[in-house]
DNA sequence: CGTAGCATGTAAGTTGTTACATGATTCG
DNA sequence: CGAATCATGTAACAACTTACATGCTACG
């Protein structure tokens, strides 16, 4: 059996979230969901027009001046039972992929300085990206304190920090033994 | 600019490690570099044709008595540097895609049960997994000891000990909250 | 006698990425 | 005047997954 795609189960949630355009959604999701899911065009558009050929979401152009037209997309009763339906299953299992781990694994045919600057690299990302999770952590409690989500969005930015603190702490640490063993 | 075929450098540095067959590659996938890589058959055997199109890796066909013939490749000099110029690059950024906090996002329309029980499952699988950690460290340590790769390994590993752990740490810690709150 | 292991491959289908195409407005 | 933003979409291409196909041996 094939994979099901995924991408219609993240629009169809967002579009939970208040009717929006495709436009709005890429921006959404790059600001809500963005530190865990990713979408581009290329996959939003077709996709929406997958949902609303099953009946999931309805379509109303809106015609704006000096701008391009605006496809706003809603939920219809179908599709909100489509992802209740969804969010009820278990969560398939992901297939580890790690390019990093991959490069370290084969360290022994490279100068230690190549994988030196790996982890590096890879410290100073996910630094930058705890310094976000701080940056949402704050816009939460500001702008969504009453907000019915506000306890599950707060759930995955919690992840996202616990993983940070972990990508730091074995960073830390891997480049004080590749250090200490040169 | 297309992303470039990663499973390539996989196999490349398998057999970097010894000349071996598909098959044999799979199996050496699933107990060294399992936790972070995978590969299946319908992906190993054309990327193998596709190395040796490429003058990367070389191939000669053993007979067996009572079983099927083993294509074993090896690395060529060309495959070696290849491999080498690979692991001197920056690993690119990976894109973020976690099927389980979009469905915690979207927590609100399904029952708090339904929630935590993904938690749990998540759980459990990261229990399970940091106990796999603690066999293959053993394993690296008795099997291992002054192989060349061997800080490389353990380094990949402790990885997977440090993501389990916040793994399981932000589980049992949002279960609490969920059971709190309700 | 069914199942698992050994061993290799093909084919079909889906997903996801990137580049391309268009065109107006606003801002520096 | 160039760049960015708004806004939607298509086309081409990789990459990956799954199922299918084959066939022998050993084991319980």
Redo the contacts between chains.
Sequence with gaps: MARVN?SQ??LL?LL?LGPMSGYDLRQLIAW??G????EGYGQIYPTLQHLEKQRLVTKKTQRQKGKPDRNIYSLTPAG?DR??Q???Q?????????????????????PAA??R??IE??RR?WKKQLEEYAAIRRRLLEEHEQD??R???E??L??GE??A???L??SQ??LK?LRD?K
Excluded: C, D, M
């Design positions: 995924q189960f993240a949630g939970s809500s969901v530190h865990f899911w990713r909100r992802l209740r969804w969010l009820s278990p969560a398939s299992p992901e297939v580890p992929r790690n390019e990093l781990l991959l490069k370290l694994f084969f360290g022994q045919w490279v190549a994988s600057a790996q690299a890879h990302i019915a989500g306890p599950f969005w759930i995955t919690s992840y616990h993983i603190k972990a990508q702490a074995w640490e891997t033994k063993k």
